[in-house]
Structures are given as structure tokens and as C-alpha cells.
């Protein structure tokens, strides 16, 4: 049986995390978990915590430390991440998010945390030309669109680009990247924890490197299972 992980991909807006967060749920096994995605959903349900949501992710800020600990701490209570682990994507974002993720994995805690290293200025391209599902978050892109017109290869949702990729949103949340994320490859380093991974190159190509650094991290730790 393929062995579970307990993983964070770290990445600027645009750097590909999605995607590859998708393509390592698979390959592991493990539940992808977006708390983008989950936001999102709140938003299209309409719910009171959704409409809140909405206004400050539309304007590019930070749903605030403790609404994000308790929606990661419910959601990694799940049986699913309980026995397989996760891939988290776009949690932690500040290092006060990172205190709180260490206090709720203090007993099964991470493998490992990937940076995954993309320029400023592909990044702007990239998140130009996004495209996303409004129902499954499959992401396109206006060069690699979905088959019939925009509508999702996978579920037949719409695809839209996302109220948050207008270049003053863009810009504030790289800016927030910088100032309030990229402390975090210090504070991961620091514990041992951090591998950067080049996320130029087909998607690929990008995915075997991934996979290259957690299998290496699994042979230097001797892990088979993420309990
Ligand atoms: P993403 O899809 O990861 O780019 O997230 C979209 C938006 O959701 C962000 O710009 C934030 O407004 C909000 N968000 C997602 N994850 C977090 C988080 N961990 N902490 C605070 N806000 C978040």
C-alpha cells in the first residue's frame, strides 16, 4: 500500500500549488486541502462566514489567524487525514498560522514543507492568464483551456477567472506573500523541515521533482507511514 504524507506546499500566487497540490493528492493518496478552495465554498453557499469571507478575499487581504486555525484544526480531525495524512495548500500563511498548525499536529506533525520557487514576473503571467472551475477549483488557463468552451473537463462547471486575479488584488496579495509568507521558509528551515523545489518547467516535470523530494525525505527518515 502507498505510504500517506503529512505535507505543506508553500508557494506565491501563481507558483502552481494547485495544481500540483492535485497531482500529489493523487500520487500519496492523501486529501488535497485549499483552504482557498474552502473559503470558496463558504462564499458560493452564501453563508454568514462566507459573506465575510468574500469582502476581504476580494480585496486581496487575510482571513484573520484564528478563523483559518480553527477551519485547518476541524478539518484535519477528519477520519480521511486522520489515517492518510494531507497536503496542505495556502495554510499556513503568516508564522502565527504556523505556531497554530504545530500545536494541532503536535502528535503526528509534518514530513515535510516544500517551497515551491517561482519568479515574480512568471508568477504575473501566470495569474493573467488563470482560469478556474467555479464547482471542482480545476484550474485552466486561457493557453490551456478546458475543451468545450468554458466549461470544466471534469465536473461541467463553469470556468471563470476568479474575482481576486484583478492586478490590484494580484498585486496586494504578492505583496502580503512577501511580508507575511516568506518568513515561514526561515522559521521551516529552522526546524528542518524545508525543501525548495524549482516550479519552472511543464507540469510534469515539476511533479517528478516534488515527488523526488518527499521520497527523499521518506529514505532520509525512514517513514512507510504517517502514523
Ligand atoms: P488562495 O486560493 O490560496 O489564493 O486564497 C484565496 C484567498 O483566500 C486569499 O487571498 C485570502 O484572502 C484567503 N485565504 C486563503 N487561505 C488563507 C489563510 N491561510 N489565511 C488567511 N487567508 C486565507
Known sequence: MIPGARLVLLGR??????????????????????????????????????????????????????????????????????????????????????????????????????????PVDVVLERLAARRVCTDCATNYSVDNPPRYGWVCDNCGGEVVQRADDTPEAIQKRLDLYERETTPLIAYYQERGLLAEVDGLGSADDVTARLVDAIDERRRRSGASSPS
Open 13 to 118: 500566487q501563481g507558483a502552481g500549488k494547485g495544481t500540483q497540490c492535485v497531482r500529489l493528492s493523487r500520487h500519496y493518496v492523501i486529501p488535497h486541502i485549499s483552504t482557498g478552495d474552502m473559503l470558496r465554498s463558504a462564499v458560493k453557499e452564501g453563508t454568514e462566514f462566507g459573506l465575510k469571507a468574500k469582502e476581504i478575499m476580494d480585496r486581496g487581504e487575510l482571513v484573520s489567524d484564528e478563523i483559518m486555525g480553527g477551519v485547518v484544526d476541524e478539518r484535519l480531525r477528519s477520519d480521511d487525514t486522520h489515517n492518510r495524512g494531507y497536503i496542505l495548500d495556502g495554510f499556513p500563511r503568516t508564522v502565527g498560522q504556523a505556531e497554530l498548525l504545530a500545536e494541532i499536529t503536535q502528535h503526528k506533525p509534518l514530513d515535510l514543507v516544500i517551497d515551491l520557487v517561482v
